[in-house]
């Protein structure tokens, strides 16, 4: 396969979520026919929808083919640490550094992702020296004004006021307002470069705690036509993890509009969605979205909602993450469970029947609920219902919950798949993907086909999000999601309202 063919098919690949044809399409091609242009083309492509193990994997390729200019290498690393894989990206790029910290395009690269290198250990492990040298790797450019040295300086400003925060002493005095005048007054004198210079103006009205200028330019960015999952995750990071903004009043104005315009793109997840205390605020979305700010507010209200009735499967003894549940009201699915609330997950996480391969059986089990204060971890009880995992795949468990506590409802409209209506088409599956913390996933154009009590839609959901709840775009649950089909390319969730109609139609108990 040519590069210009590869290229094609690739962009196709990744535009239907067909992760896993990469790998065949990176082992037919030739790496010595790609130019540095194709390749840069490549990576760029597969950093876009963060393929990074697959970035990671064809940067080698290329590498090992003979094409050693510096940009492959440096995105191998950034593939690397894209991965959390800090300290093999980090030698990576020092010695990138010593090789090539002169060159005019590559020499600022290569410190700003030695600096965020260093920012994410800062992030990760707490340790001043992190946060120090993430500073001075960011420094030189932007005192020189060299690569792109507005973000430099914008990440300076926030290192700087987390050390204040964090009291941590600097080997010199750092003022974040200051830097971020600093910026501004470039912006003014050499306009605007893209859209991450409306990120960064942004950053700079966080750091001068300007709350008007920051809605100004957050409605710039989030309606910028370039404003991807890819960007708007990111941002996201940054006011969440350097700024700490979620607990603080600029933060409840403008994580909220940030998060549900992500939540909007194709391809987005969003991993620890808000956890706001009491009603949103409708100031960051009366500045972007103007009239219609009521209903995009009262959309991600309930959408956080939602998220208290998912839990993390975990094995109660090790502790060992292996799945996700979510809560019903009994009587919605069986009147003999009326007054009662339990718990769905798949039959292949928990169940007592060998043949379903299940890690945990019902006593062995515990439900984290990691949005509820405390984050309560509470052991289930009997297996009221249970399906193979070669059918409904389905366990239903009781579980002592508080009378009060939020339940999902399920809903037996299923959207119908209509080409010329791809917004009502959306899917959103929210679980805890490998066991980590709750993420909220949307693929747009997504939902596939149905066959009996399947629902099918392209969904690159990993391990952990087994069990699951699937929604519509009204944020309706209407299935369970239990596995990938890679011959079809589609992930596979059961039908909520077929699960309640196989639980009547025979009789209940403890499998």
């Known amino acids: 396969m040519d590069a210009a063919e590869f290229l094609t098919e690739l962009a196709l690949a990744l535009r239907e979520y067909r992760y896993l044809d990469i790998r065949d399409l990176t082992d037919r091609i030739d ?27 064809v940067a080698s390729i290329f590498i090992a083919s003979g094409h050693s200019h510096p940009v492959i290498r440096r995105q191998w690393a ?24 002169n060159d005019p395009v590559e020499g600022p690269e290569i410190r700003g992702l030695i600096g965020r290198a260093y920012k994410q250990q800062y992030i990760n492990q707490h340790h001043p020296e992190d946060l120090r040298s993430a500073i001075s790797a960011y420094s030189l450019d932007w005192q020189n004004r060299t690569g792109d040295y507005r973000w430099q300086g914008i990440n300076i400003a926030a290192l700087a ?9 600097l080997a010199y005095d750092l003022d974040p307002a200051k830097i971020a005048g600093e910026i501004f007054a470039d912006i003014d004198d ?46 996201l990071r940054q006011l969440k993890e350097v700024w700490q903004l979620e607990k603080t009043p600029l933060g409840q104005v403008l994580l909220p509009p940030l998060e549900f315009a992500a939540l909007q793109k194709e391809g987005a997840t969003v991993e620890q969605p808000l956890q706001p205390k009491g009603e949103l605020k409708t100031e960051g979305f009366e500045a972007v979205w103007g009239d219609e700010n009521i209903v995009y507010l009262q959309w991600l209200d309930s959408l956080y909602e939602r998220c208290n009735a998912i839990a993390r499967i975990s094995n109660g003894t090790t502790g060992r993450p292996e799945g996700t549940g979510f809560l019903v009201a009994g009587g919605l699915l069986n009147p003999v469970w009326a007054g009662r609330i339990v718990l769905l997950t798949n039959s292949h996480v928990i169940s007592q029947d060998p043949a379903d391969r299940a890690p945990l059986r019902p006593q062995q089990a515990v439900a984290e609920f990691t949005r509820l204060p405390g984050r309560p971890k509470i052991k289930l009880g009997e297996l009221l219902f249970s399906s193979p995992r070669f059918a409904l795949d389905v366990s239903i468990l009781a579980i002592d919950m508080p009378g009060t506590c939020y339940t999902l409802a399920p809903c037996a409209d ?38 009996k009590h399947y629902i099918r839609y392209r969904s690159p959901t990993i391990g952990g999000n087994s069990g699951s709840p699937v929604f519509t775009r009204q944020l309706d649950s209407i299935a369970l999601h239990h596995r990938a089909i890679e011959e079809k390319k589609l992930n596979e969730g059961i039908v909520l309202n077929e699960i309640r109609i196989a639980i009547l139609s025979q009789p209940v108990s403890a499998v």
């Not at 130019?35 to 990671?56: H, P």
């Not at 980090?90 to 550094?97: K, N, P, T, W």
């Open 414 to 451: 299923l959207p119908k798949i209509d080409p010329a209506k791809v917004a009502e088409q959306r899917i959103y599956v929210i679980g805890h993907p490998g066991g980590q913390e709750l993420a909220v996933s949307l693929y747009d154009n997504s939902l596939a086909e149905y066959e």
């Open 190 to 235: 050499q306009g605007v470069g893209g859209i991450w210079d409306y990120a960064t103006a942004m950053e700079a009205c966080v750091a001068r705690g300007n709350k008007d200028a920051a809605l100004v330019c957050i409605s710039k960015y989030l309606h910028h036509p370039d404003a991807d999952a890819f960007e708007l995750g990111s941002t």
């Open 78 to 101: 950034q593939a690397l640490l894209d991965q959390n894989r800090i300290t093999q990206a980090l030698r990576a790029l020092e010695d990138l550094s010593a090789k090539h910290g």
């Open 161 to 169: 006021a987390r050390a204040q925060r964090d009291n941590i002493q």
């Open 31 to 57: 790496p010595s026919g790609f130019t540095l242009s194709q390749i840069k083309k490549t990576l760029a492509l597969m950093r876009r929808k963060r393929r990074f193990a697959d970035m990671e994997r």
